[in-house]
Nanobody, 121 residues
Framework: QVYLVESGGGSVQAGGSLRLSCTAS????????MGWFRQAPGKERQFVAA??????NAYYADSATGRFTISGDKYTLYLQMDSLKPQDTAVYYC????????????????WGQGTQVTVSS
């Protein structure tokens, strides 16, 4: 069993920054991708960014490109969020996956409990 715990969420004004962290614990695991997703109230879960563990390549949703940066490794994952907008308000989830695809929730097998990010205008 792999346990993922997110932290770093909070409230910030538009244009501000937050850095989310995700720590993994439990049995040894070797994910193919570590990713960040988000879900706003009344909306579907949305892909934000993914990190390919074996080569460090990063992949972003269009909404995150140029503003968010994913980094870290399989045990500690980060999401640096800059130039935040009110539409970034959501619960952000960390996930670990063993498939070669990364943009869907079904690509991931382990999830954290989420951390709330609220951006005010």
């Amino acid at each position: 069993q792999v346990y993922l715990v997110e932290s770093g969420g909070g409230s910030v004004q538009a244009g501000g920054s937050l850095r989310l962290s995700c720590t993994a614990s439990g049995r040894t695991f070797n994910p193919y991708f570590m990713g960040w997703f988000r879900q706003a109230p009344g909306k579907e879960r949305q892909f934000v960014a993914a990190l390919k563990i074996n080569d460090g390549n990063a992949y972003y949703a269009d909404s995150a490109t140029g503003r968010f940066t994913i980094s870290g490794d399989k045990y500690t994952l980060y999401l640096q969020m800059d130039s935040l907008k009110p539409q970034d308000t959501a619960v952000y989830y960390c996930a670990a996956g063993y498939r070669s695809t990364y943009a869907r929730g079904d690509d991931y097998d382990s999830w954290g409990q989420g951390t709330q990010v609220t951006v005010s205008s």
